[in-house]
T-cell receptor
Framework: AQSVTQPDIHITVSEGASLELRCNYS??????LFWYVQSPGQGLQLLLK??????LVQGIKGFEAEFKRSQSSFNLRKPSVHWSDAAEYFC????????????FGAGTILRVKS | NAGVTQTPKFRILKIGQSMTLQCTQD?????MYWYRQDPGMGLKLIYY???????DKGEVPNGYNVSRSTTEDFPLRLELAAPSQTSVYFC???????????FGPGTRLTVT
């Protein structure tokens, strides 16, 4: 069965500090990988995506993520967090073979200390 | 270009009532999806469609039905609402392989 694990339910970082959110997946096909962000009461906004090629992908708002096939991971990073980054972050996995359906992790809530 | 729109934004239902959540996209996307989001659980797929006239179950389809008579619309029907269906519902659409899903703003449903 396909699954996505985000081990950290909550993370608190200080403004200006670096950030890494972890994502591990178990999937039966070559995956597409996504990170979405959700502010309270809002919909989901795509931060970045990986389909193939360069395993380090850049996204919006200064975020990046690295696909490591050997570790089945797709961790999200940002070198310097801003207070406006406080939100919930979801990792998701899909594949063409499975109708491009997405399997989501449970999410990581990011709190930023000033 | 409005993207993916959902109506209503909020709704309170009594147990046993029925309703339809509307989803429309104006991007001519073939694929459409319905997810529900519960606290601490991420999003779970309810139903999806790969084109007009074609629908299939996702991970949590019980208590729901869908139809896809046009490319643009993908309504989700709740029959005999139950408190377990209290959730936030998101509709999404996808152009095709090697693209990302676009999400609507969500419908917050409470069943009491």
């Amino acid at each position: 069965a396909q699954s996505v694990t985000q081990p950290d339910i909550h993370i608190t970082v200080s403004e200006g500090a670096s950030l890494e959110l972890r994502c591990n997946y178990s999937y039966g096909a070559t995956p597409y990988l996504f990170w979405y962000v959700q502010s309270p009461g809002q919909g989901l906004q795509l931060l970045l995506k990986y389909f193939s090629g360069d395993t380090l992908v850049q996204g919006i708002k200064g975020f990046e993520a690295e696909f490591k096939r050997s570790q089945s991971s797709f961790n999200l990073r940002k070198p310097s967090v801003h207070w406006s980054d406080a939100a919930e972050y979801f990792c998701a996995v899909g594949a063409r073979e499975y109708g491009n359906k997405l399997v989501f992790g449970a999410g990581t809530i990011l709190r930023v200390k000033s | 270009n409005a993207g993916v729109t959902q109506t209503p934004k909020f709704r309170i239902l009594k147990i046993g009532q029925s309703m339809t959540l509307q989803c429309t996209q104006d991007m001519n996307h073939n694929y459409m999806y319905w997810y529900r989001q519960d606290p601490g659980m991420g999003l779970k797929l309810i139903y999806y469609s790969v084109g007009a006239g074609i629908t299939d179950k996702g991970e949590v389809p019980n208590g729901y039905n869908v139809s896809r008579s046009t490319t643009e619309d993908f309504p989700l029907r709740l029959e005999l609402a139950a408190p377990s269906q209290t959730s936030v519902y998101f509709c999404a659409s996808l152009k095709g392989d090697f693209y990302e899903q676009y999400f609507g703003p969500g419908t917050r449903l409470t069943v009491t």
